[in-house]
């Protein structure tokens, strides 16, 4: 038997970098109904960081697993999630999720000038 397995439709067909899209989406979404000014940002996945240090430049010691560009003239502010960082130090779906928003909402946190705490309440709680 050749083909898909599932329709597209269904799910099962939806790739892991989809999966994972819509887990930030559902994070921006819970965060957008405290903080509407979220609409004006952008959230960008990315499969892993860049090696030239754009936005900051990381070390062998500690991958990021997201990052922010501030707005700039004729650009909107962005968080950006890598992917592939995030999916290492995971297991689970919820474990993914929980971190996915984790990481959501800290990048959030430092665009505002806020502290996690203050964005979600929640934050930390496991």
Not at 25 to 33: A, I, K, M
Not at 55 to 65: M, R, Y
Request: no cysteine; hydrophobic share 40%; aromatic share 4%.
């Amino acid at each position: 038997m050749r083909g898909p397995i599932a329709p597209p439709q269904v799910p099962l067909a939806a790739s892991r970098a989809e999966v994972f899209a819509d887990l930030v989406q559902d994070s921006v979404e819970r965060l957008e109904r405290h903080w509407p000014q979220l609409a004006d940002i952008d959230f960008m996945v990315m499969e892993v960081p860049r090696l030239d240090g754009t936005p900051a430049p990381w070390n062998d010691e500690a991958v990021p697993l997201g990052g922010t560009m501030p707005a700039r003239e004729g650009r909107r502010a962005r968080v950006v999630v890598y992917r592939r960082p995030v999916e290492i130090r995971t297991k689970g779906r919820d474990e993914r999720a929980a971190l996915v928003h984790e990481v959501v909402v800290e990048q959030v946190a430092e665009l505002l000038g806020l502290t996690p705490e203050t964005v979600d309440p929640r934050y930390g709680e496991d």
